[in-house]
């Protein structure tokens, strides 16, 4: 391949928030410094362009913010239109080792209606081949749990997909339900898809340490929205502080303003009423450390993932995890050291918690069974991701 290597942070780049995409998406940004360039769509400069140091910084920062939405400053605003005025618009360029480097364009966030308009342009700006990470397709699979804003951008996203070289799938299941919706459509001429799992950030070896005080935490990391089932979490931790059981839950996640308000709201009542549960919405990275080095073991009701992150990332601490054992997590808890939740429901929640709250073998048991796991890096990753590209072809007749 010849040419420069895009990576498309539109969104990320504009965002303090630690979803999963945004993780993946910084997570790449790092692994192929030196390799790729960074650039994202200036809807105000109507252009493509590298980033700027101030989406640098957003990048790089260590707290994360209280919303996932798009902000660009005012003086970001007036560069781009000044830019756009004056026909001044920043020039893309490779990545400044050039000789041998890869080539092509990286999408890793699931890109929004007007950075799917201006693909054309990127596309245009590099010979290698064009590739889209494919997160999942939950958008459509739980309509009812999703922002409505969402659901009704998904089918064209979807489609949009078709006009890539390659479309990396996060996950096996991510990579049947892409091409399951492509045939429902009728699509016989589809870009190759490759299940590529996800990496993980590695702790650095080290003891395992105890959970502290005589009251053990579960922990559950994730956003706050309706697919991510947390009433019925709730539900299932009022029935055991109910029976008497002694822990408290903590919660740790960015909320959904539209989806994640019933869990808020049962949060404040159950607090309001005497019962042990933290919540301050997302965290940082040491804080998160923190959190689970602290907690006995970490519950994840979901009822479905695109791949499923903190899964991987108790395990790799030693921290067994409750969760659904089918689809993407799947792929992830039959290795072991996870509890199975079933099609979690309040009711199962409840009793896979109170198992181990009540037998420390059992816990002990799945604690071995997740140290003895290992998981892929985001530096291998973002190998495996290149290697991949390597295979592709660039399709002159796409758009």
């Avoid at 200036?42 to 996932?68: K, S, V």
């Avoid at 922990?219 to 931790?237: D, P, Q, T």
Wanted: aromatic letters at 8%; charged letters at 20%; hydrophobic letters at 45%.
């Amino acid at each position: 391949m010849a040419g420069p290597l895009f990576l498309d942070l539109s969104h990320t780049s504009h965002t303090r928030a630690r979803t999963g995409v945004q993780r993946v998406a910084r997570a790449l940004d790092r692994e192929l410094s030196g390799r790729s360039t960074a650039v994202c769509f200036d809807p105000f400069e109507d252009a493509w362009r590298p980033l700027e140091a101030w989406e640098e910084r957003n990048l790089e920062a260590a707290a994360p913010a209280p919303g996932r939405g798009s902000r660009w400053p005012l003086s970001a605003r007036l560069r781009g239109r000044l830019r756009r005025m004056t026909g001044r618009s920043s020039r893309l360029a490779g990545p400044p080792d050039g000789s041998g480097a890869p080539s092509g364009v990286i999408l890793p966030e699931i890109f929004s209606a007007e950075v799917a308009g201006a693909l054309p342009g990127l596309f245009a700006a590099s010979s290698g081949p064009r590739v889209a990470l494919f997160h999942d397709a939950l958008a459509l699979q739980f309509p009812e749990f999703a922002p409505r804003s969402t659901v009704g951008r998904f089918p064209s996203y979807l489609r949009e997909l078709l006009q890539f070289d390659g479309v990396a799938a996060v996950s096996e299941a991510s990579r049947s339900c892409l091409l399951g919706y492509w045939a429902w459509l009728g699509v016989s001429a589809t870009p190759p898809v490759a299940a590529i799992p996800l990496g993980i950030d590695v702790p650095p070896a080290a003891p395992r340490a105890a959970p502290s005080g005589e009251v053990p935490t579960v922990l559950c990391v994730g956003s706050l929205e309706g697919r991510k089932n947390h009433l019925a979490l709730l539900e299932a931790c009022e029935t055991l502080w109910a029976q008497g059981a002694r822990f408290e839950l903590r919660l740790v996640g960015l909320a959904n303003a539209e989806t994640g308000a019933q869990a808020l709201s049962r949060i404040d009542r159950l607090r309001s009423g005497g019962r042990p549960i933290r919540y301050a919405g997302p965290a940082d990275d040491a804080e998160l450390e923190a959190a689970y080095r602290e907690c006995a073991f970490t519950v994840y009701p979901s009822l479905s993932e695109g791949f499923g992150l903190p899964v991987a990332e108790s395990l790799v601490r030693g921290r067994a995890c409750v969760c659904r054992t089918e689809g993407a997590i799947g792929e992830i808890a039959r290795g072991g050291g996870c509890a199975s939740l079933g099609a979690a429901g309040s009711g199962e929640i409840a009793a896979a918690m109170g198992a181990l709250l009540a037998s420390p073998f059992d816990l002990a048991t799945l604690e071995a069974a997740a140290l003895g796991r290992r998981f892929k890096s985001w530096a291998r990753y973002a190998a495996e991701l290149l290697d991949w590209m390597g295979t592709l072809k660039r399709e002159a007749g796409k758009q």
